[in-house]
T-cell receptor, first 113, second 116 residues
Framework: GESVGLHLPTLSVQEGDNSIINCAYS??????FIWYKQESGKGPQFIID?????DKRQGQRVTVLLNKTVKHLSLQIAATQPGDSAVYFC????????????FGKGTMLLVSP | GAVVSQHPSWVICKSGTSVKIECRSL??????MFWYRQFPKQSLMLMAT?????????EQGVEKDKFLINHASLTLSTLTVTSAHPEDSSFYIC????????????FGQGTRLTVV
């Protein structure tokens, strides 16, 4: 099975910058991917999802890109705000979502004013 | 969106005692709920899948007698940490899937357990 890693990487940006958070997944059978935001002391909050038949999906200020060739997922946050500071996790799923989620190691985003 | 409520949000207990954590789906019926454990600055590790009306499915390395899971109704799953020890101190998070919303999993607020 896929392993989740330890040691949280950190991305520091200035308010107003665009942020890009990356995630590599290892299971080529995964067909559904979700990005979650987790603020300190809280549970993960859904941000955006994408299915494997797509390579890009846009939401409000967020865009998810999926590159199945290299098994890479990214989350782009436009005009990053201090309230975006949190840990971001990608999660993958199989069987169109009917299997259990497997979480990536997460990235801490720090936004300074 | 769907709401999953977890209670308590934090608990401190003495070593050797047991602690029960509740996870409720407030506006949908969840036949399946999930329990995760998270250490500081680390990812969520799936502990077990809670199935309504049947035994939970535990991940490899998770002691089922230590972490008792009960899913007696379609809206409630409980995790009981039995004979807690300081090494059980962690952040425990539950999630539930709305059968009508397919893949999206909704998470509770988490429970910070500190065993002293």
């Amino acid at each position: 099975g896929e392993s989740v890693g330890l040691h949280l990487p950190t991305l520091s940006v200035q308010e107003g910058d665009n942020s890009i958070i990356n995630c590599a997944y290892s299971n080529s059978a995964s067909d559904y991917f979700i990005w979650y935001k987790q603020e300190s002391g809280k549970g993960p909050q859904f941000i955006i999802d994408i299915r494997s038949n797509m390579d890009k999906r846009q939401g409000q200020r967020v865009t998810v890109l999926l590159n199945k060739t290299v098994k890479h997922l990214s989350l782009q946050i436009a005009a990053t705000q201090p309230g975006d500071s949190a840990v971001y996790f990608c999660a993958e799923n199989m069987n169109s979502g009917y299997s259990t989620l497997t979480f990536g190691k997460g990235t801490m985003l720090l936004v300074s004013p | 969106g769907a709401v999953v409520s977890q209670h308590p949000s934090w608990v401190i207990c003495k070593s050797g005692t047991s602690v029960k954590i509740e996870c409720r789906s407030l506006d949908f019926q969840a036949t399946t709920m999930f329990w995760y454990r998270q250490f500081p600055k680390q990812s969520l590790m799936l502990m077990a899948t809670s199935n309504e009306g049947s035994k939970a499915t535990y991940e490899q390395g998770v002691e089922k007698d230590k972490f008792l899971i009960n899913h007696a109704s379609l809206t409630l799953s409980t995790l009981t940490v039995t004979s807690a020890h300081p090494e059980d101190s962690s952040f425990y998070i539950c999630s539930a899937k709305n059968p009508r919303a397919l893949a999206e999993a909704f998470f509770g607020q988490g429970t910070r357990l500190t065993v002293v």
